[in-house]
């Protein structure tokens, strides 16, 4: 049985759960407490990943880490269903969407909930509007995407879709209203909240 090593509020091993979840693989979680520094001084653990992170997956012998990496060696190791569409220019699309929520649209939404969970007193104001702009920004670059279908690529359920999860459902907490003019995001994000894998990571 597989193993995925997890913390449960990691929107990057809740990427993982997602596709784990889609593709009804069995597997055992180990729980790496974040809060405590295990991942930085666990020496088992920073033996399966030296970046000392969250989610590693061990499939047999073959050990992976980074979200994306294990998300792609799932797609191919386990093909069905279909969490990339078959055309390489939609794939790279794909793959353009999930950089761009790596390393804008979910660090943007890390930086306004660590901001929020520090004592209002302390709080930058100015820090939390300027990422709670990017967040809405992003989501009006998504509208574009989105314009006359279910998905964001091809119109297809998808691994970019996926990046994006963890963040959609704390928007609220995060104070970020979707604006109703975005109809193809408010649609979009209703559509992810009813799959079962997506309403797992609520419960």
């Known amino acids: 049985m597989m193993e995925l090593y997890d913390y449960p509020d990691c929107p990057f ?19 790496v ?35 994306t990496i294990i ?18 220019a939609a ?6 969407l999930e ?4 390393n804008s649209f979910l660090p943007s939404a890390g930086f306004v909930q660590a901001e929020l969970s520090k004592p209002q ?10 990422y709670r702009n990017e967040l809405s920004r992003g989501l009006k670059r998504l509208e574009a995407f989105l314009s006359g279908k279910e998905f964001l690529v091809a119109g297809q359920f998808s691994l970019a879709d996926i990046a994006f999860v963890p963040a959609l459902l704390i928007l609220p907490r995060l104070g970020v209203d ?20 997506v309403k797992a990571l609520e419960a």
């Not at 030296?50 to 050990?63: A, M, Q, R, T």
């Not at 950089?99 to 790596?102: A, F, K, Q, R």
Request: aromatic share 8%; proline share 6%; with cysteine.
């Open 33 to 67: 407490d974040l809060r405590t520094g295990e991942h930085r001084q666990n020496a088992e653990f920073l033996k399966l990943n030296p970046y000392g992170k969250v989610p590693v997956l061990i499939d047999d012998e073959v050990v992976v880490y980074d979200s």
């Open 99 to 102: 950089d761009y929520c790596d």
């Open 71 to 88: 998300n792609e060696y799932l797609e191919e190791e386990y093909p069905h269903p279909s969490l990339m569409p078959e055309d390489s």
């Open 178 to 197: 979707v604006d109703p003019s975005l109809r193809g995001v408010t649609a979009w994000i209703n559509r992810l909240k009813q799959r079962p894998s």
């Open 91 to 96: 794939r790279a699309r794909v793959r353009t």
């Open 13 to 31: 091993a809740q990427k993982v759960r997602v596709v784990l979840a889609e593709k009804e693989l069995e597997y055992k979680k180990t729980y």
């Open 121 to 130: 007193a302390e709080q930058d104001a100015e820090r939390l509007q300027r």
